[in-house]
């Protein structure tokens, strides 16, 4: 029984020997006798040809965009104007929104022209022909209502006075860094009535006839 105990721990003694032999030999194949184990650490294959991050490639062109805005407007959306040979941007406000019910009332012109005087000729001049300073704005004025800017006016009343409602309804921040004075939003912040906003329209449409 001693005897039969002897062979079976010769035998693990030698399968642990040979096992720790064999581990040892494939350290020293990959890594040698240095403990650093440099021989592991992946090779670079060096090329001949630089390689650019591709965050520092150009932009392709037909993916860069091109902007232009109608001198005199405070923001420019496109829409055709006719009666001219090309189609040009037309002057809109920097603040969203449609046009409001004043586009389907008729305004009275003495009385827009009452209210423009109490609330609007402050920044925009006696008969809104403008001039008034407006520091850090792109244009540093405050744009003139008299004569208006060109791409507002249309002969259908109706379209004219909508390009002018959006002004009055919803207000604009003129272009510029930071400009000192914006257009309100009257019809928004309910400071003016749809009626009254028609009756402005009415004034300033008069002026540009």
């Known amino acids: 029984m001693n005897d039969f105990r002897k062979i079976v721990y010769v035998v693990l003694v030698a399968f642990i020997a040979m096992l720790a032999i064999w581990i040892g030999f494939l350290t020293s194949l990959g890594c040698g006798f240095n403990m650093a184990c440099l021989g592991a650490v992946p090779q670079v294959d ?9 965050a520092t490639l150009p932009a392709p062109v037909q993916f860069l965009a091109t902007f232009t805005q109608t001198p005199g407007a405070e923001a420019s959306t496109p829409g055709a104007v006719t009666g001219g040979p090309t189609e040009v941007a ?10 409001g019910p004043t586009v389907d009332l008729t305004g009275n012109v003495d009385s ?4 423009f005087v109490a609330n609007c000729q402050l920044c925009h ?7 008034n ?16 800017d060109e791409t507002l006016v249309s002969s ?8 002018l409602d959006l002004f009055l309804e919803h207000g ?4 510029g860094l930071s400009p000192t004075f914006t257009m309100p939003a009257w019809g928004d912040t309910g400071v003016l009535t749809s009626q009254q906003i028609a009756d402005v329209i009415a004034y300033i449409i008069s002026l540009n006839k």
Do not use: M, Y
């Open 46 to 54: 060096r090329t001949s040809i630089p390689t650019l991050i591709p």
């Open 90 to 99: 037309v002057a809109r406000p920097s603040n969203p929104g449609g046009p």
């Open 112 to 115: 827009g022209k009452q209210i």
């Open 125 to 131: 001049a006696a008969e809104g022909k403008g001039g």
């Open 133 to 148: 300073p407006n520091p850090g704005s792109a244009d540093g004025t405050i744009p003139a209502l008299n004569p208006i």
């Open 156 to 163: 259908d009343n109706k379209i004219f006075a909508t390009n």
């Open 172 to 175: 604009s921040i003129p272009a």
